[in-house]
């Protein structure tokens, strides 16, 4: 999977120092990968939440953080869509958040 823009993981991890290590191991696992389907996706990823045929809910270091995604299995692409504290994830709705960048503490 090409994921799609991993300038906004890192972005995120400069506030959250603690985020970093997991969001790189997450990053080289989805990187690696070769999806074809959310089935697929939810084989390596149980713990991972499918919203919709596209719409991927990561937990990021022990569901401290969560990642929204919108997965392409065609075309193999996965774009960030929003990561955030579970706090603020609470706040949004995740079907339905746009893209946006990171937010700060």
Not at 8 to 30: C, H, M, N
Not at 53 to 71: E, H, M, P, Q
């Amino acid at each position: 999977m090409r994921v799609i823009a991993s300038r906004t993981l890192k972005t995120f991890w400069t506030v959250y120092s603690d985020a970093e290590g997991p969001i790189r191991s997450w990053y080289q696992e989805v990187a690696k990968a070769n999806w074809k389907n959310p089935g697929q996706l939810k084989l390596h990823y149980k713990n991972a939440s499918i919203l919709t045929s596209k719409r991927v809910v990561f937990n990021i270091k022990g569901n401290a953080y969560r990642l929204i995604s919108d997965v392409e299995y065609r075309l193999q692409i996965i774009f960030i869509v929003w990561i955030g504290t579970h706090k603020k994830y609470n706040e949004i709705d995740a079907k339905t958040i746009g893209y946006v960048k990171a937010h700060k503490k």
